[in-house]
């Protein structure tokens, strides 16, 4: 029997048979579907159905709990039977492309929400475990690259959905585009039944092991996850920032406000995605904490930048959302950095497990209460409520609880490491 693994190290390979990791087509298909139907969630329900910023809040924040209920669900079903795994990745897609349907056909406000918190869960439920994976095949001195390049890779599928919207608009309206995003998950649904009748086995990544909670409170493990739950708390779901963008954005007849928040939307991506890499090699080299802390200012400073932004200031918008992108991209790569490096590699899922627990909530807390001082009070006091939480957790983040070994800095700053990529 082997000895477990120290924190920070990663498994022996030595004479185990290589894992495949899950397919990823599927997933960014249906990423690319969601992420259309993303970029003009706003409108649809603001515009179109007359929703007020509280309800489009609790319409995402029940999304994302149901996401991460069914994420959840997932991982304990697939733990006891693997073979499900394609199955569950068809029911995922086929889920996403009901609701996908039904969003667009909807005529009032709940039968719109309904589907839009449905799309979500069926998204949780065909999300394969990639951080998990790419953590168990990385070595030490590379986890934070190949978090960052799996991070990256969902954002640039994003990012294709956003931009494909900002071209649809030349030729539809809201509805219609939603109707389109079926095209990119219903092929997720072809590859996935394609996937399932070529017998295709993903190894399962590591059985995670029980983790008490009592064991996350103390030590540097504590004080990290204590400086994510107050970062995440003041996370606000990006649909409320594009439908600030939507009322600050000037009106041009050559290129109509929708088109220029989707426009806005893909360079969120593209930014989460170019930080995300950049974050990846970063954590390498120092502590993830501190990427966190640069991740908090640089989300601090599109909140403040968008409650005093007035109408007609495009470029502020731009710069707002390229920052608010950059935060997202690196603090998620940041996060299950630290949280990896300071765990044994036979606990590492189950504490990722947490670390999920810990975003879903957070989330849902920070939109709930972003929507409902927006609704109540206005714009500014939705964005600048989650401010306090940002500070506190900046400071946390300057703690620095998870710096790399000296052995893995010079390892990771070598020339001629593998690139991390499967």
């Known amino acids: 029997m082997s000895a477990t693994a120290p924190p920070g190290t990663a498994p022996s390979t030595v004479g185990t048979p290589a894992t495949r990791a899950p397919s990823r087509l599927p997933y960014l298909l249906s990423t690319v579907g969601l992420e259309s ?75 719109a929400g309904a589907c839009r918190a449905g799309s979500w869960a069926a998204r949780g439920l065909g999300t394969p475990a990639l951080e998990e994976h790419a953590s168990a095949a990385a070595p030490a001195h590379q986890l934070g690259r190949r978090l960052g390049f799996e991070r990256s890779i969902g954002a640039l599928g994003a990012a294709v959905g956003a931009l494909l919207v900002a071209v649809l608009l030349e030729v539809t309206d809201t509805r219609g585009v939603i109707g389109y995003a079926l095209i990119p998950v219903a092929l997720a649904v072809v590859v996935s039944i394609l996937g399932l009748r070529r017998g295709r086995a993903d190894a399962p990544p590591p059985a995670p092991t029980q983790i008490k909670i009592t064991k996350l409170r103390g030590g540097p493990l504590g004080v990290l996850l204590l400086g994510i739950v107050c970062y995440e708390a003041s996370n606000i779901a990006v649909v409320l920032l594009l439908l600030r963008a939507s009322k600050i954005v000037s009106v041009s007849e050559a290129l109509p406000v929708v088109q ?160 991390p990529r499967p």
């Open 260 to 419: 220029r928040v989707a426009l806005c939307y893909g360079l969120y991506q593209l930014s989460a995605a170019a930080c995300a890499v950049i974050a990846g090699r970063l954590t390498d080299r120092a502590a993830a904490s501190l990427v966190l802390a640069a991740g908090g200012l640089s989300l601090l400073g599109a909140y403040i930048g968008l409650a005093w932004a007035s109408a007609g200031d495009d470029a502020i918008v731009v710069l707002c959302l390229v920052l608010a992108g950059a935060a997202a991209g690196a603090v998620d790569t940041a996060e299950f950095t630290g949280v990896a490096r300071l765990t044994s590699p036979d606990s590492r899922r189950a504490a990722f497990g947490v670390l999920a627990g810990l975003q879903s909530g957070g989330r849902v807390f920070a939109t709930l209460t972003a929507g409902g001082l927006w609704t109540l009070i206005g714009p500014k006091a939705g964005l600048l409520v989650c401010g306090p939480l940002l500070v506190a957790a900046i400071v946390i983040f300057a703690v620095r609880v998870d710096r790399p070994t000296r052995t893995q800095r010079a390892t990771a700053a070598a020339p001629g490491n593998p690139d």
């Open 37 to 111: 139907m993303t970029a003009v969630t706003a409108p649809f329900l603001g515009r179109t159905l007359g929703a007020a910023p509280f309800a489009l809040a609790g319409v995402e924040a029940a999304g994302r709990a149901g996401s991460a209920a069914a994420r959840y669900g997932r991982n304990q079903l697939a733990d006891r039977q693997p073979g499900l795994r394609g199955f569950m990745d068809l029911a995922g897609s086929a889920g996403l492309a009901l609701a996908a349907g039904f969003f667009a056909a909807s005529s009032a406000l709940w039968q």
